[in-house]
């Protein structure tokens, strides 16, 4: 008998304090997650900038065109902003604070996702001229990818390239503005006359996309690097933001009578039909009907989740250490961003007494959130490699990460500046760890074999993306 009733109160005791210290090193890495975003920063920086290793960048963006273009974030290793992926990034760091604001203000972080938000947002309000001109990308990236400079001091060309009546890009023009709805439902509380100005240019830019349809790489050609498979999704997504923002019947009633997508195998820049954010909420909440295009959306997002948590008919593929896998070129993309789905989907079906109803059996929310907690411990050194894919976190990451301004000693140490071919000579190429660590950043990850080349020339695996991160910040959020 005090055997038993001793062991019950230790045994509590150390599930406590498990529970603790796992959810003390998730708040590590959301910290590191957000201090990623000001790594990424282009423009002026602030008197608070955290990541003292840069410096200001690209303080003639727009010049050619007459245009304030200053400010955004830089998209992945290279000196390049690209509108569509950075519209995606903004978006999933709104979609963070709005699903854990309370978890993110515990933290002591809410403010540095509302900065990481905000430095995206003013940059879109400079790039969306008037209603129907947005400037959707500043660089040519096959000149940036021929140089390897830093972001300070960079001589490649600074071209800014934009979308217009004449020449269409609905899916940069629909994914900005699902940027700006849930930007703008993320500063409600805190700056209300900043959400109201944010909304008013979704709204401009969502009729935009929906009155001049087309690919954007058709008008911008040299958008190549993130070309769009369609427009219909990134329409539907922008729409359900706004509708979610404003409670207008319109965007209800073009969600009606969109293409829902059929059956999708990712969620990621390119494909946003398999989120259930937030329109299966609409139907959890009883504010649309369950049968017609809403009955489909919210099957063919549980089908996409079942798929991924592997209680589907055609899951999504796993490596032997247990890593979801879609792809040899920066796998990890698609891992946070289907995480993201799996953790708000989880605390919907809580909220509603649900469960997932799957082709191999019921998944409850507390299974939803082992498997996501599993695939985040992965990311994070529980692998094979005993690695972190994190940059900054844990005792063992990549050392040489696939990041022009990572890779090059800083400008703060030596002002001089490196030229294209220097840049290869003296710092690419070399065998050794970088000078600057780029904590939150997520490299691309392993392959489907759990295998991790850590060398910059491989920018598949080594190479980090705001995409991959961004999505990352909710998750984090809800675990720590």
Known sequence: MFTKTFLIPLGLSFLLLFHGVASSRYGEALTKSLLYFEAQRSGKLPPNQRVQWRGDSALQDGHDVGVDLVGGYYDAGDNMKFGFPQAFTVTMLSWSVIEYEQQLASKKELGHALEAIKWGTDYFIKAHTNPNVLYGQVGDGDADHACCERPEDMTTPRTSYKIDEQHPGSDIAGETAAAFAAASMAF?????????????????????????????????????????????DELAW?????????????????????????????????????????????????????????????????????????????????????????????????????????????????AARSVLNCPKGPVSPPQLMAFTRQQVDYILGKNPKGMSYMLGYGGRFPQQLH??????????????????????????????????????????????????????????????????????????????
């Not at 979704?202 to 001049?212: E, P, R, S, V, Y």
């Not at 002002?415 to 660590?437: H, L, S, Y």
Request: charged fraction near 20%; include cysteine.
């Open 238 to 350: 922008g729409a359900a933001g706004l509708y979610r923002a404003t409670n207008n019947q319109t965007y209800t009633n073009y969600l009606a009578s969109a293409d829902p997508g059929g059956v999708r195998t990712e969620f990621s820049w390119d494909d946003k039909y398999r989120s259930p954010t937030p329109r299966r909420q609409f139907i959890m909440e009883g504010r649309v009907p369950r049968s017609g295009n809403w009955g489909k959306y919210k099957g063919q997002a549980e089908q996409f989740i079942c798929n991924t948590v592997q209680k589907g008919y055609n899951n999504i593929h796993m490596s032997k250490g247990g890593a979801l896998w879609w792809s040899s070129w920066n796998n990890f993309q698609y891992t946070t961003s289907a995480l993201l789905l799996t953790t708000t989907y989880a605390d919907w079906l809580a």
């Open 188 to 232: 409600r509380k805190s700056d209300p006359g900043y959400s109201s100005l944010l909304l008013s240019h979704g709204k401009q830019l969502f009729d935009f996309a929906k009155n001049h349809q087309g690919l954007y790489q058709n008008s911008i050609p040299q958008a190549k690097f993130y070309a769009s498979s369609g427009f219909e």
């Open 403 to 480: 990041h022009r301004g990572s890779s090059i000693v800083s400008i703060k140490k030596d002002k001089r500046a490196v030229t294209c071919a220097e840049g290869f000579m003296d710092w690419f190429n070399r065998q050794a760890p970088n000078p600057n660590i780029v904590d939150g950043a997520i490299a691309g990850g392993p392959d489907q074999y759990d295998n991790y080349n850590d060398a910059r020339p491989n920018y598949e695996q080594a190479e980090s993306a705001t995409v991959n991160t961004a999505p990352f910040v909710g998750v984090l959020a809800r675990l720590a």
